[in-house]
T-cell receptor, first 108, second 117 residues
Framework: AQRVTQPEKLLSVFKGAPVELKCNYS??????LFWYVQYSRQRLQLLLR??SRESIKGFTADLNKGETSFHLKKPFAQEEDSAMYYC??????????FGAGTILRVKS | DVKVTQSSRYLVKRTGEKVFLECVQD?????MFWYRQDPGLGLRLIYF???????EKGDIPEGYSVSREKKERFSLILESASTNQTSMYLC????????????????FGPGTRLTVT
């Protein structure tokens, strides 16, 4: 079965510090991976997808097939980055498998 | 702009009651999904639907059923609510891959926080 693992429930960093939210997956094929974000009192929304190789709000994520990882990174955290972050894997049939999520707290 | 709406933001029900959660999307999406969101467990798929009158079980369908009579509406039904169904319920929709191409995305509603007492 496909699985997505986010090992950290909570990541707390100071403003201006680098951020890395970890995500590991297991998938018997060519994976398609996403990061979703949920800010306080807002709906869950797509942050970025690996196939677009994009940088959104300063965040990037590189797919590492050798390590089966898709970690989310940002060089300098901002207070408005505080949110719940979910890593997700696209299964057949357009289903997403989500990790347990990581709360990011950026302290001033 | 995609809009997914859910009928209630907060709901309090008693054990044994039949509960209906409604979801409507306005983007003519083929796929619709129901998840529950619990701390430490992430989002878990309850049921999903590829088309009108079609439904598929997700990872945790026990105690739930769904109905999709119209393309834009997907209902989640708790036949006899229990306290372990207290949770945040999220609805989502997406295009079929032939339309979305490589840029797949699920769009989420605001959620319904259900408390069963």
């Amino acid at each position: 079965a496909q699985r997505v693992t986010q090992p950290e429930k909570l990541l707390s960093v100071f403003k201006g510090a680098p951020v890395e939210l970890k995500c590991n997956y297991s998938y018997s094929g060519s994976p398609e991976l996403f990061w979703y974000v949920q800010y306080s009192r807002q709906r869950l929304q797509l942050l970025l997808r690996h196939i677009s190789r994009e940088s959104i709000k300063g965040f990037t994520a590189d797919l590492n097939k050798g390590e089966t990882s898709f970690h989310l990174k940002k060089p300098f955290a901002q207070e408005e980055d505080s949110a719940m972050y979910y890593c997700a894997l696209l299964e057949y049939g357009n289903k997403l498998v989500f990790g347990a999520g990581t709360i990011l707290r950026v302290k001033s | 702009d995609v809009k997914v709406t859910q009928s209630s933001r907060y709901l309090v029900k008693r054990t044994g009651e039949k509960v209906f959660l409604e979801c409507v999307q306005d983007m003519d999406h083929e796929n619709m999904f129901w998840y529950r969101q619990d701390p430490g467990l992430g989002l878990r798929l309850i049921y999903f639907s590829y088309d009108v009158k079609m439904k598929e079980k997700g990872d945790i369908p026990e105690g739930y059923s769904v109905s999709r009579e119209k393309k834009e509406r997907f209902s989640l039904i708790l036949e006899s609510a229990s306290t372990n169904q207290t949770s945040m319920y999220l609805c989502a929709s997406s295009s079929a891959p032939s339309k979305a191409g490589a840029l797949y995305e699920q769009y989420f509603g605001p959620g319904t926080r259900l408390t069963v007492t």
